[in-house]
């Protein structure tokens, strides 16, 4: 029974890990723009969070309509300045560029709010409270809403890309740019909106691992980058479902590391990222990773 | 102009092709007295200058390294630090079997750059961005590897054994010249590997990568020749760091900080000329030096530097002083130079 709930742990986390992996996702697909400053934004969510919340004091859950907001527009605002001059020269100076902001952040994060990690809502019994399936099996609330949220983010932006009026401007720039902006899209402005829901969907990721863990400065690059990135190519490049299928995959990867040894649980989550890497090169290569 | 049109312009007798406009023999002699200067240093300065020196020896080799990957190749690695901790680790293995440190150095350089060799093979699939984060990814598992060996240390690391009873200013010598000899060597070997074939592979992909190969050019070759060579120096200067802080740490050794010094020291330099890692550095340990009693505050600036160098100078500081006076120190390209004495020719490379 110990496995059965280890894999149930791992789907439930894989939905945390998805949210981290769709605004990387999204980024990629449309501008081409591989965002190493990714997780530390989240972690930036998550601080705006807990300071919105001492501020506010706004109930834990309903934060997010306050960061949410402050995210987007910071996301338009870096898209339409920093990052679509990088673009502009090349994709080389987008991958300089972000990594530098990525540096600068994380330590402005040291520097500011010391080393101490953070939770948002520790107290909460929502956060806390689980519900028990006989007497091994265990489910928290807080990762079964957290798994809802990212399936609710996922069917959202697929709907967002497909039916929405800046979907399908979103859709037509990234596969023509050029051809877009004749037709009179705007790009810069497309990207920027892109830019804006990808922040977004960051901002969820941020507060949503400050509730069901610790922030600290470095939870940025050593946690929610590298879950991303590895629940990406594990799923599928551009795939808004396969950063579903990758998180799981990644989660329950790390939920059996976990049972085998305590220690093992990264080690576990990126030996199968490896194996993937090894055996699905095919599939990464189709789907655009080798775009230069 | 483009150059098809200026070489049908003119005849092909008024052209020239050299490496350099002017004789970059006196670069070599300076080069020389430069580095007899600097071997003669622990005979004259207290050992605290050596010891920023070793650091700033280390920033060199490491930022000279990722300027061939980034520079040159278009590798921008951020998991540079698995070199540099596969190397510190080397040094420490040997060392817990009875090897002199000063002895394991160039065995861990090696040893580093045969571990290239599968590592570029698990990322040289992916391009850009995600080769970025891939080699990321690798880092922390191999560091993640290393802590389950708890003859080493495991999570926490080891002091380095080997320098029991040796004399306090002969260690800080040694070290001093080994950081010299690695930074030496690794400048020396970028530059006649620039200077060859391969860095005539690695021009010819950096300008047209699909002309490049379809004239024959074994460009994955060669970039798998230069993740080696950056492997072996970065391991050389993880060794040299393990030999200076007299102990290996898996965190402090694999710490993504390496890769964000190597990457902001080569950015301001200048990326793609082998001056613009040296002129970095020394912005680099100034910086640091200055700010050395304000925490992480170096590092908050230097990246807000290299942001706006990499958006608004994108040669960097040589790039400066090279769009002005036409100068290069080590030159690895070529000038096109026209019989016309007025017009200053193209460069390439």
Known sequence: MAWVNAIIQGVLTGGLYALFACGLSLMFGVMKVVNLAHGDLAVVAGYIAIGVIAVTHVPVLWSFLIVVPIMAVLGYVLQRTVIQTALDRSVLTTLLVTFGLSVVIENGLLQFFTA????????????????????????????????????????????????????????????????????GADYRHVFGIAAAVAFATVALGGIAFGMYSDLDPTT????????????VVIGGLGSLWGTLLGGIVLGVAQQIGAQINISDELLAGYIVFLIVLILRPQGLISRGAQSS | MSLTTETTARTAA????????????????????????????????????????????IVLTLASM?????????????????????????????ALHGISPFAALPVAAIASGVAALPLWWLVSRLRTGYFAIATWVLAATIMLIIEKFSSIGGGTGLPLPGFA??????????????????????????????????????????????????????VGLARLLVFVVAGIGCGAAGGVLAISQLQVQPSAVFSVQWTAEMAFATIIGGLGTIEGPIIGTIVYMVLQQTLASYNAWYLIILGLVAILVALFARRGLWGLV?????????????????GNAASRGRRSG
């Open chain 2, 322 to 338: 090279d769009e002005r006076l036409h100068v290069r120190l080590f030159p690895v390209g070529y000038w096109l130079r026209t």
């Open chain 1, 116 to 183: 101490n990690s953070r939770g948002i809502g520790a107290n909460l019994a929502l956060v806390t409270g689980a519900f028990t399936i006989g007497s091994q099996i265990s489910i928290a609330y807080l990762l079964l809403l957290i798994f809802a949220v990212a399936v609710a983010v996922l069917l959202g932006l697929q709907y967002f890309l497909s039916r929405s009026k800046y979907g399908r401007l979103i859709r037509a720039v990234a596969d023509d740019k050029e051809a877009a902006q004749l037709a």
């Open chain 2, 165 to 218: 009873g040796m004399d306090p200013t002969l260690l800080t010598a040694y070290t001093y010249w080994a950081g010299l000899a690695v930074t030496v060597l690794s400048l020396a070997g970028i530059y006649l590997l620039l200077r060859g074939r391969i860095g005539l592979v690695l021009t010819a992909v950096r300008d047209d990568e699909v002309a490049a190969r379809s004239s024959g050019s074994r």
């Open chain 2, 14 to 57: 008024s052209f020239r092709v050299t490496r350099s406009q002017r004789n970059v023999a006196w670069t070599g002699a300076v080069a020389l007295i430069v580095v007899v200067v600097f071997a003669f240093l622990p005979y004259i300065v207290y050992s605290g200058s050596t010891s920023i020196l070793v650091q700033a020896f």
């Open chain 1, 220 to 231: 940025g690059t050593d946690t929610i980058l590298l879950f991303a990135f590895a629940a």
């Open chain 2, 66 to 94: 990722w300027n061939l990957l980034a520079g040159y190749a278009g590798l921008v690695s951020v998991g540079q630090q698995a070199f540099v901790g596969l190397g510190a680790y080397f040094v420490l293995i040997l």
